[in-house]
């Protein structure tokens, strides 16, 4: 069963400009790219760098460090697709903005820590 989580408030979150937060043990940048919520796991691949440092781009996340670029839709590096990095399920209520946890995670998101 999934569970939800409350991470920010809506007008937290601004367009192309990701809020660092924190859920389940876990560092998450949560993204409003095009109207639509995205939430990765903060962490480049690169160097561990945090991606809520960086911006949204062209329906990716971008490390501000080196410019690593990652789809939001389901975290694949862009330069290859073996390289990925977790995806949460994400919705907003109510003016507020949650993250799922859970057995009924979709391919590809990250898993209950």
Not at 50 to 79: M, T
Request: charge should be neutral; proline fraction near 5%.
């Amino acid at each position: 069963m999934m569970e939800w989580r409350q991470v920010a408030q809506s007008r937290e979150v601004r367009e192309k400009l990701p809020k660092k937060v924190y859920c389940n043990g876990e560092q998450i940048a949560v993204y409003r790219h095009q109207g639509r919520l995205y939430a990765l796991l903060d962490r480049c691949l690169h160097q561990g760098a945090p991606l809520s440092d960086g911006y949204a781009e062209n329906n990716y996340a971008v490390c501000s460090y080196h410019g690593w670029r990652f789809a939001l839709e389901d975290g694949h590096f862009q330069n290859n697709p073996a390289g990925r990095i977790p995806v949460y399920p994400v919705k907003e209520e109510n003016g507020l903005i949650y993250i799922g946890f859970g057995s009924e995670l979709p391919a590809g998101a990250g898993s209950d820590v």
